[in-house]
């Protein structure tokens, strides 16, 4: 599993991260995943966690998504700024 850097961010006003699914990403399920439910009834939601975790500065951090319609985003915070995976 690769470790990323500040360095490894996409310049401009929104940062993102490019990374090798799943090689470069950490699986860690919660209870949800490992029962097959969904974190919401819908399935859709501004903040739902993932079972992925990426190695982010030393630390594993909780990959989120957030689906509306046909559209997700995947992220993850580091001191309040938003990072996107792509």
């Given at each position: 599993m690769k470790e990323f850097?500040?360095?490894d961010l996409g310049a401009g006003k929104?940062?993102?991260v490019y990374v090798?699914?799943?090689n470069d990403l950490k699986e860690v399920p919660l209870w949800h995943h490992k029962a097959g439910l969904q974190q919401t009834q819908s399935g859709y939601g501004s903040k739902l966690a993932t079972r992925w975790k990426i190695h982010?500065?030393?630390k594993l951090w909780r990959i989120y998504a957030t689906c509306f319609s046909n559209a997700v985003?995947?992220?993850f915070t580091v001191k309040g700024r938003t990072i996107y995976v792509n």
């Open positions: 850097k500040w360095s929104y940062c993102s090798d699914f799943p982010f500065e030393g985003s995947h992220w």
